[in-house]
DNA sequence: TTGTAGGCGTTATCAA
DNA sequence: TTGATAACGCCTACAA
């Protein structure tokens, strides 16, 4: 027997109970004593209503205790007014729930629902949760990240708008990036300036994704290091370290952070600031200065990426700011404006700035 | 004119885009040459269909690109298998993520899905949220935690399945807590065991909540801390920070942690540990201990409340952990429970142990 | 083993 | 200014 495809939602259990008797609009027209249509009329506030007519209707509205029926409204329109956020993982790194609150509040302003769907970084996850939106009628998706490539694709191929946010993995639909290369080299040039020369990068190493397009990000953040510590004539591998994630659902933590700062101390190798490719890379680095004794920022500085964690951590750490709640409002914003004037454009692209904030775990050599 | 009830969405603008030309059972019907019940009896795997005219839907599914349409599915059935998760923030605490998180994945082993709902800490969205969900008829409702006990009260009364998780604010529906002051009477034995008798408390003040069943958390936590400091003939005014939250959208963060403990810090009373009552909090303890040249846990051991930053702190933070993932699930599997055996309970009452941890902020006196 | 027909709650069209 | 009526896509008796 041929299997079902996944956008075939699993059967629904047999169940007997009735949960949901709310009344419909011709409860309120009997209570009101007119027909669903003059009902309807008033709930949608559209075409001719008597003001009489109106205040009977709504008394009925009040007394029936009605309520919209959102389902049958949309299999009407077939528009739901919902955007589906494909959330890559929200736990550890808190990252992606920032982005979630930026979609949220933008649509929420104008009048789209937003609903989540968490992949926690598994392709099969994604796939389900696009199904599901899609069996849903939601209209319209974002990917913050898309974990596969063809799965952005298939999305795309449905016919609803989509956005890609921060990490890209094609050139499908709307891309948000941020600009990391510039984010990095502002980091670079503050811990120059406070004299550094000794500066570690940790990271996730470039090209680990295996997708030109997520790749980029790395790319531009070593990049950035790279070159300013070439332009002062002063790179040296043995400062670098590197992750290679084991798997989509991992994400390089403290653990990893602490155990790179480490080795690198414990080589004996000259360090006097740090770059981490996130905060939580950062927390971990943190945490092996504090083990060894040593003190930030007075023996070394350290740099984040995210602004996630930093405020949290001691000393609060200087960072990256990756502009979340922005990015977030930025893809709600492109995918409403395409479903409310159809001809525009669907593969908009979109840089937006890093912020480079200063606390307290940078000092002068 | 009367102006429209909450319950009832604001209509939807017009548009003319049909964006979703999505086949539907008739025309896998019509490619199959078939009539769309026996498509249904396919695609949903019941009743008698001869092999081969399986076979040929099957084809006729794949062709067409058929995918179920739960609107129609739902408005026919009553059933949508949704459950609606009311979140009370997400950001800066990410405690509730993880709730978030056993609540999907529990939810999802049992076929239904999850939708989350943002609702920042106000009760006028947590209203919203309610009718949104309502509106698209999911079958229960998860409130982590709530923030009005009328909007639960609410909620309950359009009898979906309900449950309050970790702080409740009334008895209505399913409650599921975590037991407070066994956990912090854990983290004080901890504390006492290593000899410390000078030990602090920063937290929210009980009873700022305005609720009973709200403010029984930080009054089980504080009360763990009094009684075994009395127990110590040791309990100490001076050595207790309390703050109040502004608004219900406020949640003391790591500022009010470092402010509190420089407070004491800079008294010069004796001080050798702290209990925090979140890991929020505890952070900004450890800001202000590293900011006063001070070292954790050489000078001062620390202890949190909920395991979420501890992790990542400087030094790795012991702490009193909440169940967050756990909790989620069983607030899941109570609502799933009760929706597929419908005489159950409705107010069943669930209590989970705290779970305590130790890691490296916490060292003999 | 397969098909016909009616209805879920809403909206849109067309009359009245 | 209001009302009847026909879909939207699916499910489910009931019939064949």
């Given at each position: 027997?041929a299997t079902l495809p996944l956008c075939l939602k699993p059967n629904l259990p047999d169940r007997d109970i009735d949960l949901h008797s709310t009344?419909?609009?011709?409860?309120?027209a009997e209570a009101a004593g007119v027909a669903t249509t003059t009902v309807a009329r008033v709930i949608n506030d559209k075409g001719y209503v008597?003001?009489?007519?109106?205040?009977?209707?709504?008394?009925?509205?009040?007394?029936?205790?009605?309520?919209?029926?959102?389902?049958?409204?949309?299999?009407?329109?077939?528009?739901?007014?919902?955007?589906?956020?494909?959330?890559?993982?929200?736990?550890?790194?808190?990252?992606?729930?920032?982005?979630?609150?930026?979609?949220?509040?933008?649509?929420?302003?104008?009048?789209?629902?937003?609903?989540?769907?968490?992949?926690?970084?598994?392709?099969?996850?994604?796939?389900?949760?696009?199904?599901?939106?899609?069996?849903?009628?939601?209209?319209?998706?974002?990917?913050?990240?898309?974990?596969?490539?063809?799965?952005?694709?298939?999305?795309?191929?449905?016919?609803?708008?989509?956005?890609?946010?921060?990490?890209?993995?094609?050139?499908?639909?709307?891309?948000?990036?941020?600009?990391?290369?510039?984010?990095?080299?502002?980091?670079?040039?503050?811990?120059?300036?406070?004299?550094?020369?000794?500066?570690?990068?940790?990271?996730?190493?470039?090209?680990?994704?295996?997708?030109?397009?997520?790749?980029?990000?790395?790319?531009?953040?070593?990049?950035?290091?790279?070159?300013?510590?070439?332009?002062?004539?002063?790179?040296?591998?043995?400062?670098?370290?590197?992750?290679?994630?084991?798997?989509?659902?991992?994400?390089?933590?403290?653990?990893?952070?602490?155990?790179?700062?480490?080795?690198?101390?414990?080589?004996?190798?000259?360090?006097?600031?740090?770059?981490?490719?996130?905060?939580?890379?950062?927390?971990?680095?943190?945490?092996?200065?504090?083990?060894?004794?040593?003190?930030?920022?007075?023996?070394?500085?350290?740099?984040?990426?995210?602004?996630?964690?930093?405020?949290?951590?001691?000393?609060?750490?200087?960072?990256?700011?990756?502009?979340?709640?922005?990015?977030?409002?930025?893809?709600?914003?492109?995918?409403?404006?395409?479903?409310?004037?159809?001809?525009?454009?669907?593969?908009?692209l979109i840089e937006l700035d890093a912020e480079f904030v200063v606390r307290d775990s940078t000092a002068p050599v």
């Amino acid at each position: 027997m041929a299997t079902l495809p996944l956008c075939l939602k699993p059967n629904l259990p047999d169940r007997d109970i009735d949960l949901h008797s709310t009344p419909t609009l011709k409860d309120v027209a009997e209570a009101a004593g007119v027909a669903t249509t003059t009902v309807a009329r008033v709930i949608n506030d559209k075409g001719y209503v008597a003001e009489d007519t109106r205040e009977r209707v709504m008394k009925a509205v009040e007394a029936t205790g009605y309520r919209v029926n959102s389902l049958a409204r949309t299999l009407k329109s077939n528009r739901s007014n919902v955007i589906g956020h494909l959330l890559r993982s929200t736990d550890p790194n808190p990252f992606f729930v920032k982005v979630a609150r930026g979609v949220e509040e933008y649509a929420r302003g104008r009048s789209y629902t937003t609903l989540t769907y968490n992949m926690q970084g598994a392709a099969e996850a994604e796939r389900r949760g696009i199904d599901t939106f899609l069996n849903w009628r939601v209209d319209a998706l974002v990917f913050s990240t898309p974990v596969s490539e063809d799965n952005v694709a298939y999305a795309v191929k449905s016919g609803v708008p989509v956005v890609q946010v921060e990490r890209p993995r094609s050139e499908a639909g709307h891309r948000i990036t941020v600009k990391n290369y510039q984010g990095a080299s502002r980091a670079m040039r503050h811990l120059l300036d406070l004299g550094h020369r000794s500066i570690a990068y940790i990271g996730e190493e470039p090209g680990s994704q295996g997708n030109a397009f997520a790749d980029y990000v790395e790319e531009e953040r070593f990049g950035a290091y790279r070159d300013a510590k070439k332009n002062h004539g002063a790179f040296d591998e043995a400062l670098v370290r590197f992750t290679r994630p084991q798997s989509a659902e991992h994400i390089p933590g403290a653990g990893y952070g602490a155990r790179a700062m480490s080795s690198i101390l414990d080589a004996g190798t000259k360090v006097t600031a740090v770059l981490a490719s996130s905060d939580m890379i950062a927390a971990g680095v943190l945490q092996a200065v504090h083990a060894s004794g040593l003190r930030s920022p007075e023996d070394v500085s350290v740099i984040g990426f995210d602004d996630t964690l930093s405020p949290y951590l001691s000393p609060l750490l200087t960072t990256v700011r990756l502009p979340a709640q922005k990015l977030g409002e930025t893809a709600a914003k492109l995918l409403i404006d395409q479903l409310e004037k159809p001809g525009s454009k669907a593969n908009k692209l979109i840089e937006l700035d890093a912020e480079f904030v200063v606390r307290d775990s940078t000092a002068p050599v």
